[in-house]
Structure formats: structure tokens, C-alpha cells
């Protein structure tokens, strides 16, 4: 019989001892197999003992999952349409958004540019400038709870309607009415609601850009506004989201008192992939007073727009 089989029948007699202690059986008395198998439990014993000792055991620790420092999305889209005439729009547009603690700081970014040929099928027809536009914000906010305050800052342009610039800032508040997550997720988002009041202050310059250049008068003006905006987002399921952005903007100061700036977006998104997305947007622009223009241009501008969207 080998050591080995001498060590587990050892340990087997062992377990099937009684609890009690028994009465040990002198030296003498035991057979060479005997002895052998204690003495091979106690050699056992001390090296896992000095195992112990040199490599404790330790629960293993995972590995802290880093927050992500920044969060948001980018979105393109391109129509193109070619025969008996042409037209070519792309929009674009970025979101993103740092939050820690109970400080967040946003940071949005859109555009537009189009071109339409309503005669491509004639020789040396010449294209129309439809869009030309871009805007840019930060938004630095600190939460008590439901109840925000934050300071904004932005400037845009819009051609087209005869913006040549437009900066701004603006002070306000902001009530979180729902903030809700699915399964209590940092990125997944349920449902969300927040109104913000504030008050807005500015300049604007204006130009003629289309069809000819020409100098509007007055060139510029200075804007003191309340804003009232409305922001939400649902999500229907993981796949399907619907969000609405809605603001406000009655002018206060001569020689446009009364101006009002009326914004709706309206974006239903479908996720493709994790990150993915295709979107469907109807914009809304309305103003009540357009720069003065030859011909006068129109109070409201409608765009659907179709595109693509990556989140990260």
C-alpha cells in the first residue's frame, strides 16, 4: 500500500470519529502503517499552513468601473434629389453632456445648408441658396433637487432669413418635473421633463444675403428677452424614442418690441444598433418680426428632415 493510500484512509477514519475526543492510543501500540499515515496528516497540515502564511487568501476585487466623463450623441442628414431639378440639403448637429456631482455641463451644435436648381434641365441655370445656418450653446446648470440654476451662452446665424450673427446669454432657472431611469441606469433614460425660465440678453446684426446683398436697416439691435423653454424626452421602449424641445422668446426693447421667437423640434428616433439610430425631425422656426426684406420674408419655416445618429 502506497503513501497516498495510507494518507486518505487516514483521513477517512478520521471523519468517522465521534466528536468526542478520544483517548489517545500510545505510540507503541500503533502499526508502521499507522504512524506513517499521521505523520503524512501532519506534514500536510504545516505546508497548508505555510501556504497561508505566504499567500493569504483574499476576496477578489473587481475592478472599479470608471464613469463615463461624457455622454451624448451626432447627427447627419443629406437629401439629394437630381433630374429635371436639383436639390441638396445636409444638416448636422451634436449634443453632449458632463454631469458630476450636482454640477452638468451641455454643449449643443446644429447647422443647415441647402441648394435647389428648379431648372437643371437648362444650360447654365444657376442654384439658389435654400439654407445656410449653424448655432452653437454651452450651459453650465447646479441642481438643489428638482430646482436648477444656470447660466447659457450661444451664437447663431441664419442667412437665409437675413441673420447675420445673433450672440447671447442668458440667466435662469430651470424645475425637473421627471427624471426618470430604467432600472436606475445612468444612460437609461425614461422619461424626462424640464422647464426652464430665464432672461435673455444680446445683439443681432443683419445683412440681405439672397438674392442680391444689400444693407438692412437698422443693422443691428440689442435683445433683452424672457425665455420660456420646454424640454422632453420619452422613451417608448429600448428601441423607440420620442424627444420635443419648445421655447419662447418675446423681444423687449425698440425697434422690434413685440418680436416674438417661437423654436419646436420634434425628433422621433429608432435604435438600429446599441449606438445607432435613424431619426425623423419636423422643425419649426416662427418669427413674428423678420429682418425688413425685398421680397418680405415669410414668419414661419417649416423642415422634416431624415437622418442618421450615433450616441457615445
Do not use: C
Amino acid at each position: 500500500m502506497t503513501l497516498l493510500t495510507f494518507t486518505v484512509a487516514a483521513v477517512l477514519a478520521q471523519a468517522a470519529e465521534p466528536t468526542t475526543t478520544p483517548t489517545p492510543t500510545p505510540a507503541a501500540e500503533l502499526t508502521p502503517a499507522e504512524r506513517t499515515a499521521i505523520a503524512a496528516e501532519k506534514t500536510a497540515q504545516a505546508v497548508e499552513r505555510l501556504a497561508g502564511v505566504l499567500a493569504p487568501v483574499s476576496e477578489e476585487k473587481k475592478p472599479e468601473k470608471k464613469p463615463d466623463l461624457w455622454s451624448g450623441s451626432a447627427g447627419l442628414g443629406v437629401t439629394f434629389i437630381t433630374g429635371n431639378m436639383q436639390n441638396l440639403m445636409l444638416t448636422a448637429n451634436l449634443t453632449a453632456e458632463r454631469k458630476w456631482d450636482n454640477w452638468s455641463l451641455g454643449l449643443r451644435a446644429g447647422g443647415a445648408y441647402g441648394l435647389t436648381n428648379a431648372t437643371a434641365n437648362v444650360a447654365d441655370s444657376a442654384s439658389q441658396t435654400t439654407a445656410r445656418r449653424a448655432n452653437g450653446t454651452i450651459r453650465g446648470a447646479r441642481g438643489f433637487g428638482l430646482a436648477s440654476i444656470y447660466v447659457l451662452g450661444g451664437a447663431e446665424f441664419d442667412h437665409v432669413k437675413n441673420v447675420e450673427s445673433r450672440e447671447f446669454g442668458e440667466a435662469g432657472t430651470g424645475l425637473t418635473f421627471f427624471d426618470v431611469k430604467e432600472n436606475n441606469a445612468e444612460k437609461a433614460e425614461k422619461l424626462y421633463l424640464r422647464v426652464d425660465i430665464a432672461m435673455r440678453g444680446g445683439y443681432e446684426t443683419r445683412f440681405r444675403y439672397f438674392p442680391t446683398p444689400a444693407a438692412v436697416d437698422p443693422y443691428g439691435i440689442v435683445i433683452l428677452a424672457p425665455r420660456a423653454a420646454l424640454t422632453f424626452r420619452w422613451n417608448l421602449n429600448k428601441h423607440v424614442r420620442v424627444s420635443e424641445e419648445l421655447e419662447f422668446i418675446p423681444f423687449l426693447l425698440a425697434p422690434t418690441t413685440g418680436r416674438l421667437l417661437i423654436n419646436d423640434t420634434t425628433k422621433l428616433s429608432a435604435n438600429v444598433t446599441e449606438t445607432i439610430a435613424l431619426t425623423t425631425a419636423l422643425v419649426i422656426n416662427y418669427d413674428s418680426m423678420p429682418p425688413p426684406s425685398t421680397p418680405a420674408k415669410l414668419t414661419t419655416d417649416v423642415a422634416l428632415t431624415v437622418g442618421v445618429e450615433a450616441a457615445f
